[in-house]
């Protein structure tokens, strides 16, 4: 069946998939929707673009994408109450974000409001894929990457623009344990860590592996020259509280201004918190937690929104936070923030983007 909607090709699949759908076991990122968003860059300009059924998608092996990592993503996600509304939460952000990226990288811009659209339309299309469990969402990944077929280093001439979704439930469950990582490093400066790039994550992999070895969710980045200053978590930002404040690292171009990060620093400030974005030394955390001055600690990031950070490992030892019940800020940002989300909040930012 072909139907077109401003300007969207839309070829929808003969049957849905959705009853072969496990939704109390959806894990993350391993079930797909039924429909995916695909457009190609050539010849200097987007061409048109396409929703079809999700699946492969035939490459050469010569592709640059593969060779030299010209791949950037996005991460954002649909939310449905119980009145059956669905909303994305703040989808130009991470239009302007994959933008960003892609200018990092040398590759062509996509036009945030077509961007917004194509989001539009694969989550109205996939409606019935958005689930409303508690902790449950519909990850939404852009991602774009090099397609020249030509083994050759220098900017690719054409690119795929590719929309996938995925049903998901909780990231993390529980509070998580980290290690503070002194002798690899996420990014440095003058890098492309503030770029959502696909490269980033592959060079990162080793070190976290060796961390959950040794017992561990996550790494604590630190600074590629001294590795002194906290970076992020993971694939996170990382917040501290003490007492009315909130501290974190400011973004720098080696740090990933999230938008869970923002938004949390944002609230926190409607709330009456001090909002502090600036350098913060692994010795000043260390020195909080033995004096039992740091209230809290957690990742924030679009797959876990808030992850609680109970211990951290430094140099062998490990510092332990207050258990999480007893936390005041990040239980109650975690409940407020997927409450607006669903449309249970008043919208104050005008964050949200209503599809249904
Ligand atoms: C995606 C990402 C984040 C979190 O960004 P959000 O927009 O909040 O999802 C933080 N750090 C890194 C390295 C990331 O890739």
Redesign the pocket.
């Given at each position: 069946m072909i139907a077109t909607t401003n300007q969207i090709e839309v070829h929808k699949v003969k049957e849905s998939r959705i009853p072969q759908v496990d939704w109390d076991n959806l894990g993350f990122g391993t079930v797909f929707s039924d429909h995916m968003f695909v457009v190609e860059y050539r010849d200097g300009a987007w061409q048109k673009p396409e929703i079809k059924p999700y699946g492969t998608i035939a490459f050469s092996p010569a592709i640059s994408a593969l060779h030299y990592g010209q791949a950037i993503f996005e991460?954002?996600k649909a939310f449905r109450n119980d009145k059956g509304e669905i909303r994305v939460f703040r989808p130009e952000?991470?239009a302007a974000?994959l933008n960003k990226s892609a200018k990092r990288l040398s590759m062509p811009e996509y036009p945030v409001e077509s961007f917004v659209e194509a989001i539009q339309q694969l989550v109205e299309l996939d409606q019935e894929w958005v689930p409303n469990g508690a902790g449950q969402a519909l990850y939404i990944r852009p991602h774009m990457f090099a397609i020249d077929e030509y083994v050759g280093v220098r900017p690719s001439q054409s690119y795929m623009f590719v929309m996938f979704t995925c049903p998901v439930g909780k990231y993390y469950t529980g509070e998580v344990k980290v290690k503070v990582e002194r002798e690899y490093t996420?990014a440095a400066r003058g890098g492309a860590?503030n770029a959502?790039a696909a490269g980033?994550?592959g060079a990162a992999l080793m070190a976290s592996a060796q961390a959950q070895q040794d017992g561990y969710n996550q790494l604590l980045w630190t600074d590629s020259s001294s590795h002194e200053f906290i970076e992020?978590s993971g694939?996170?930002?990382v917040i501290f509280r003490k007492g009315n404040t909130l501290f974190t690292p400011a973004v720098s171009d080696s740090?990933?201004d999230?938008?869970?990060?923002e938004s949390v620093l944002q609230i926190a400030k409607d709330w009456g918190y001090t909002v502090e974005e600036r350098k913060v030394s692994v010795v000043e955390v260390i020195e909080a937690i033995k004096n039992n001055e740091l209230d809290e600690a957690f990742g924030?990031?679009?797959?876990a929104t808030i992850a609680p950070i109970r211990v951290i490992n430094y140099d062998g030892s490990d510092f332990t936070l207050r258990p999480y019940t007893e936390w005041e800020f990040a239980p109650k940002i975690s409940e407020y923030l997927d409450q607006l989300k669903r449309g249970l909040q008043e919208d104050t930012h005008q964050w949200n983007k209503r599809v249904i």
């Open positions: 991460g954002l952000r991470n974000r996420r860590g959502k980033n994550y992020e694939t996170m930002n740090i990933l999230g938008v869970t990060r924030a990031g679009t797959a």
